[in-house]
């Protein structure tokens, strides 16, 4: 059974850092492209970030320069590090695995930014 497991959520301080990690269970190497979601309270869910299986990136403009996304396949896990944290990035934050075939999301973990 896949799981995406998320884990890395708190709540922060603004201008504070975070560093989410997803653990994707073995797998990471067959999916074209791992991502980061958020969905904040009475907004639909938004892309953050992506990484493909050939290490390229891709941002939303609102985090690019503050966010980075990687991937270690060896461990199976996808990170999103978050830094110059702002109260606007507050959201759940879903993992997502993607394929042709195949698409998977975890539970989600929730980042709080204080003002």
């Known amino acids: 059974q896949v799981q995406l497991v998320e884990s890395g959520g708190g709540l922060v301080q603004a201008g504070g850092s975070l560093r989410l990690s997803c653990a994707a269970s073995?797998?990471?190497?067959?999916?074209?492209?791992m991502g980061w979601y958020r969905q904040a309270p009475g907004k639909q869910r938004e892309l953050v970030a992506t990484?493909?299986?050939?290490?390229?990136?891709d941002y939303t403009d609102s985090v690019k320069g503050r966010f980075i996304i990687s991937r270690d396949n060896a461990k199976a896990t996808v990170y999103l590090e978050m830094n110059s944290l702002k109260p606007e990035d507050t959201a759940v934050y879903y993992c997502?695995?993607?394929?042709?075939?195949?698409?998977?999301w975890g539970q989600g973990t929730q980042v709080t930014v204080s003002s």
């Open positions: 990484i493909t299986r050939g290490g390229s990136t």
């Open positions: 073995g797998i990471i190497s067959r999916m074209n492209t």
């Open positions: 997502n695995a993607w394929s042709v075939v195949e698409d998977y």
